[in-house]
């Protein structure tokens, strides 16, 4: 960077995240980044950064909480996610149980923080979110194999010739 250029504002907050890390032993921004993409947060002025981090978790969160729900309790779902649903395995649901059940725990949790901030309390959130996570994604990811394995499986016709 030559004298006198600004900073970037990806630079800002990276700087400002790591003040937070040395406080209170947050994963290393590159790691939560990969995850959870806060990197979208630079250039949003914030005195509450933590806060704003557990928020931008919590979408994306919530994106992979609408996909197990669909998985499990697939009522009014395109009728491709029923074909999906029909060729998971016991594993699978399992894999999906278990991460509906820890995302949903964060979900209640961010409810607690929303109503009372603590910056502390927001750190221990995001520390907790991110370890549970990396098992969390794992399994999901399993999942995610099975219907990539099975995705062609999943759509052979069922000549039966009669229609009515």
């Given at each position: ?98 991460s509906y059940q820890k995302i949903v725990e964060y979900e209640v949790k961010m409810i607690g923080l929303d109503m009372d901030y603590k910056e ?45």
């Amino acid at each position: 960077m030559a004298k006198g250029e600004k900073k970037s504002e990806l630079a800002e907050l990276k700087l400002e995240y790591a003040k937070f890390q040395k406080k209170y032993g947050l994963p290393e921004f590159d790691k939560i980044n990969e995850d959870f993409d806060i990197e979208k947060l630079a250039g949003v002025e914030t005195d509450y950064l933590l806060r704003e981090i557990r928020k931008h978790i919590g979408e994306r969160l919530a994106n992979f909480l609408r996909f197990v729900e669909l998985m499990l309790n697939p009522s009014n779902a395109p009728i491709f996610v029923f074909h999906i649903v029909k060729s998971l395995q016991p594993a699978d649901r399992v894999n999906l149980e278990e991460s509906y059940q820890k995302i949903v725990e964060y979900e209640v949790k961010m409810i607690g923080l929303d109503m009372d901030y603590k910056e502390k309390k927001e750190a221990e959130f995001l520390i907790g979110v991110y370890n549970d996570w990396q098992q969390v994604k794992g399994k999901i990811m399993k999942v995610y194999e099975s219907i990539v394995k099975n995705w062609n499986n999943n759509f052979k016709k069922k000549d039966k010739g009669y229609f009515g």
